[in-house]
């Protein structure tokens, strides 16, 4: 048995305390007492001018994704190269502080043979929940690594495909995006019958499903259809809030993603990626306060591997979120307990509770007095191992 004292603690659940110790044992927590009710003689780790909180699950990065190349580059890449990529970004993810998180699409089955090199001990990183490869009809948003389908025939089956191909969730394509040429983000792509065939398989065999959408009548059908997460969730209504609350769906936001576009892409980036992203920044931050203020049920997650969209970040996204009028606590929430139950890891993840995982990170000054204190991170702890000291 191991002891963690903590001079701040901070849960996940939205509550906070003084002078605890933190009781480890086979990578799990097994206890949580006040300071004073352990045994004088007991040694113990001693954070007691630090803060500690749940390690941050990051609900949507793309793992192989460069963030700083051109289309042209990253394609040419080859498979070692793209396999080192997949790696590296997985160490960004966890040295700064994310011990879980989602990933959204990528070609074949690199996300999954990734997640399995994770669980193995191959691979260090953040406990990965993948899609492997996206549905979307043909020539659709994310076709040239999804699986392009058209009917729900097609949708069914390849649902199924991804299924058996080990999928832990079946991410589908609502809308056109921001970085495929040719297609808007405003628009409809999968009908709801399509998307509705690929909720029903995916439900059937217990994993959740998560839909890129950008646009009112893509986002509404997406719901009709059942859907579990609103990826981005940009030109939301009224009507469509009201949904999103009545099914209890959550909404990802990835504030950071069209943000670090224009704020580092012009004059690098092609021009129809500028050009979208600032068609849709000002409603992309009018939807998420409109949901956030409705009550909406919100988890972080950055979009990691867009352009400037780095993956060692995704306490950026909490920045945007506190100007944007999130309080410091919630926002904390939103990027643990949220992101877990979101992602259907709760069971194990996300809070400092007896029974979960000892996945922790450790940082010097309080989030609750400045949020961009995330973005320093001392200490991180997976499973109860130590992997960074700083």
Not at 84 to 107: I, Q
Not at 164 to 190: C, F, H, N, W, Y
């Amino acid at each position: 048995m191991e002891y963690i004292k903590a001079g701040r603690l901070i849960d996940g659940c939205g509550n906070v305390s003084e002078n605890m110790i933190l009781c480890i044992d086979e990578g799990k927590i097994k206890g949580i007492l006040k300071a004073e009710q352990m045994a004088k003689e007991v040694e113990f780790i001693d954070y007691s001018d630090f803060t500690i909180l749940p390690g941050l699950i990051n609900a949507h990065v793309h793992a192989f994704s460069p963030c700083d190349m051109r289309a042209e580059e990253e394609q040419a890449r080859t498979p070692l190269q793209k396999a080192y990529d997949g790696e590296r970004f997985m160490h960004d993810l966890l040295y700064s502080g994310v011990t879980a998180a989602r990933s959204l699409g990528s070609e074949g089955t690199s996300e999954q043979q990734l997640r399995d090199c994770i669980n193995n001990g191959t691979v260090i990183g953040p406990d990965l929940v993948v899609c492997g490869r996206v549905i979307t009809m043909s020539g659709g948003h994310g076709w040239s690594d999804g699986m392009q389908s058209d009917g729900v025939d097609e949708c069914r089956k390849n649902t199924r495909i991804l299924l058996r191909e080990g999928a832990d969730v079946i991410k589908i394509m609502a809308t056109g995006g921001v970085m495929t040429k040719g297609v808007e983000p405003g628009s409809a792509q999968l009908t709801m019958e399509e998307m509705k065939v690929c909720v029903e398989e995916a439900h059937k065999a217990g994993k959740k499903t998560a839909t890129h959408a950008q646009g009112n009548q893509g986002i509404r059908n997406a719901l009709n259809a059942g859907i579990d997460s609103i990826e981005h969730g940009i030109y939301l209504d009224d009507e469509v809030i009201a949904q999103m609350l009545r099914q209890g769906t959550y909404l990802v936001p990835t504030l950071a993603a069209p943000k670090c576009i224009v704020d580092h892409g012009e004059g690098i980036l092609p021009d129809y990626v500028m050009r979208k992203s600032k068609l849709v920044i000002d409603a992309h931050v009018e939807s998420f306060k409109r949901a956030y203020a409705a009550g909406v049920k919100i988890a972080v997650g950055t979009d990691a591997g867009t352009p400037y969209n780095f993956h060692d970040k995704t306490a950026y996204e909490l920045e945007l979120m506190v100007k944007y009028g999130v309080a410091p606590m919630e926002a904390i929430t939103f990027a643990t307990h949220n992101s877990a139950e979101c992602l259907g890891i709760e069971a194990d993840h996300g809070t400092i509770e007896v029974g979960k995982f000892a996945d922790l990170i450790v940082l010097e000054k309080n989030p609750l007095d400045d949020i961009t204190a995330l973005q320093n991170v001392n200490k991180v702890y997976k499973h109860g191992v130590l992997v960074l000291n700083r």
